[in-house]
């Protein structure tokens, strides 16, 4: 887009918002579509493109009712290409714009990677400042459809492995719709990874939400440190609550709710106290965020652990169609609590769980 264009689409969304979107939240999915809402009717330069975003209102139906309000100058149904998408969204926010791409998996952004890992990751740097891409990419990840193996990875530690790339993985209601209202105002390329079983998650939208870049911990406890994020964590709260039922164990769980930002002071800060951790995550057991994370803590809190950490993750293998096979190729609570007890046995002699 030139310059004039930007303007032309500022001014004709300018003359189309109205009345505000009111959108009820009830879920996941409802929180997304208000933060967007919101976000559109406080910022004319706020603009979604992507596939079927406009009239069939998206894939999982997160932008249903935007095009309707805001107009086509605003939502944009665009065609069948992931590095147009990300290219044209990268012109954009060069150019004044803050718009919001979607791509339908986060399985195709490897069509797009170019443009994301070498255009809008670098732009800020090469241009010594002068010019960032205030974009927000919205991804959506993970398992639990029988989507497939080129429909269900879980791909975020591509994308925290590029600097100059933020990356947020909301696992709660509030956080769908706080984190995403964050990143609408970032001046830094957001990608914004939501999980496909997380949409019809149930949750109440809370008063105020914690800062992006600080972790929440879910759950106070004593005995042990349980780390997870996205969908993982609420098995990972299941999975404490039948550790407390069971082995009167106390897990402390804490959500890293973005990846970069990453709060390593409150993981360290929690291993220090327990002295145990365990570390979970849908993405695969090797190069994964969670390796990372146990790498971290090994440094970090290394003078207070009591046994290695453990990591809890999904199969090193492409994901199955089958349900029965795709559930077991990510972790189950099962998983989390036996890699918790053996964190806390004192006959721990390894620093790998799978």
């Known amino acids: 887009m030139t310059a004039s264009t930007t303007t032309s689409v500022t001014t004709s969304a300018q003359s189309i918002m109205t009345q505000p979107l009111e959108v009820n939240v009830t879920d996941y999915r409802s929180a997304l579509r208000k933060a967007l809402a919101e976000g559109m009717t406080e910022d004319a330069r706020v603009v979604i493109l992507g596939e079927e975003v406009g009239r069939y209102g998206g894939a999982y139906a997160v932008t249903k009712g935007l095009y309707e309000h805001f107009g086509a100058s605003r939502v944009l149904d665009t065609p069948i290409s992931e590095a147009a998408i990300v290219g044209t969204a990268i012109g954009a926010a060069m150019t004044g714009l803050r718009p919001v791409a979607e791509l339908m998996y986060v399985d195709f952004a490897g069509l797009a990677m170019d443009q994301i890992a070498n255009q809008a990751a670098k732009i800020r740097y090469m241009f010594g400042g002068q010019v960032g891409v205030p974009m927000v990419l919205r991804m959506q990840g993970g398992t639990g459809r029988s989507a497939g193996a080129q429909h269900s990875q879980s791909l975020e530690a591509w994308l925290m492995h590029v600097p100059g790339l933020r990356v947020y993985m909301p696992a709660t209601v509030s956080d769908a719709y706080y984190l995403l209202k964050a990143a609408l105002q ?9 999980h496909k079983s997380l949409y019809t998650h149930k949750g109440e939208l809370e008063d105020d939400a914690l800062p992006v870049g600080k972790a929440a911990v879910r759950k106070s406890g004593t005995d042990i440190t349980l780390i997870s994020y996205s969908r993982m964590l609420h098995r990972t709260l299941e999975a404490a609550k039948l550790l407390a039922q069971e082995d009167d164990v106390n897990a ?22 327990t002295g145990r951790a365990v570390v979970i995550s849908e993405d695969t057991f090797t190069g994964s965020v969670a390796a990372e994370l146990v ?52 006959r721990q002699t390894t620093g790998a769980s799978r």
């Open 186 to 194: 970032s001046d830094d390329p957001v990608m914004f990874l939501e």
């Open 252 to 273: 402390e769980v804490i959500d890293l709710r973005t990846l970069n930002p990453l709060d390593s002071d409150t993981l360290a800060e929690s291993v220090s106290r």
């Open 295 to 346: 790498a971290r803590l090994q440094v970090d809190a290394f003078d207070f652990l009591e046994a290695p950490i453990l990591r809890v993750c999904g199969e090193d293998i492409p994901i199955p169609v089958s349900p029965e096979l795709e559930a077991a190729a990510v972790p189950d609570v099962m998983r989390i609590v036996q890699a918790a007890r053996l964190a806390l046995s004192s």
